[in-house]
T-cell receptor, first 117, second 109 residues
Framework: GAVVSQHPSWVICKSGTSVKIECRSL??????MFWYRQFPKQSLMLMAT?????????EQGVEKDKFLINHASLTLSTLTVTSAHPEDSSFYIC?????????????FGPGTRLTVL | AQSVTQPDIHITVSEGASLELRCNYS??????LFWYVQSPGQGLQLLLK??????LVQGIKGFEAEFKRSQSSFNLRKPSVHWSDAAEYFC???????FGAGTQVVVTP
């Protein structure tokens, strides 16, 4: 099956610093990648959708200057949390899709736990 | 607007017993419906999906789900649970995957 990896799996940083999270599709080319945020005991909330080579589309309420997304290749997307603060602490999950059309099946990465001190 | 409701936040079931997880949705047309499972340290795994056709859908790991348009439901079932089925289960709707709040399943010996 399609495999998606995320790196790092967990990260602790100081308030005010920036953190980059990588999402890679290991055995397929992902035309579209999605970034989700999951709070403890809550569901996944879509943050943004990125297509290779174009700007990401952010969901309402997500600060694009805060959460920078780059999808430079068909196998890699990055999420950078800029000037992180404790309220940005969360579980970030990416997914990747490789089928164009009405339904684009998504394959999920294992997630990255971000803790901002 | 589309929405997904999983009424049960937490379910405890004995190993070998049957399991049913509820999912209700609100959608303008026949939706795409999904069930995912999330285990600690692992990514969400697709159990099954419904787009059209037979309303009883078979998935992986012995799970099945039934689409009932009249009840706007897509409940997940498994006849006999295994300890390895302990996880968080999410129902999702639509091509952009709007997720329900999830149901935590605990399996007791």
């Amino acid at each position: 099956g399609a495999v998606v990896s995320q790196h790092p799996s967990w990260v602790i940083c100081k308030s005010g610093t920036s953190v980059k999270i990588e999402c890679r599709s290991l055995d397929f080319q992902a035309t579209t990648m999605f970034w989700y945020r999951q709070f403890p005991k809550q569901s996944l909330m879509l943050m943004a959708t990125s297509n290779e080579g174009s700007k990401a589309t952010y969901e309402q309420g997500v600060e694009k200057d805060k959460f920078l997304i780059n999808h430079a290749s068909l196998t890699l997307s990055t999420l950078t949390v800029t000037s992180a603060h404790p309220e940005d602490s969360s579980f970030y999950i990416c997914s990747a899709g490789n089928v164009a059309g009405v339904y684009n099946e998504q394959f999920f990465g294992p997630g990255t736990r971000l803790t901002v001190l | 607007a589309q929405s997904v409701t999983q009424p049960d936040i937490h379910i405890t079931v004995s190993e070998g017993a049957s399991l049913e997880l509820r999912c209700n949705y609100s959608y303008g047309a026949t939706p795409y419906l999904f069930w995912y499972v999330q285990s600690p340290g692992q990514g969400l795994q697709l159990l099954l999906k419904y787009f059209s056709g037979d309303t009883l859908v078979q998935g992986i790991k012995g799970f099945e789900a039934e689409f009932k348009r009249s009840q706007s439901s897509f409940n997940l079932r498994k006849p006999s649970v295994h300890w390895s089925d302990a996880a968080e289960y999410f129902c999702a709707v639509g091509s952009r995957l709007q997720f329900g709040a999830g149901t935590q399943v605990v399996v007791t010996p």
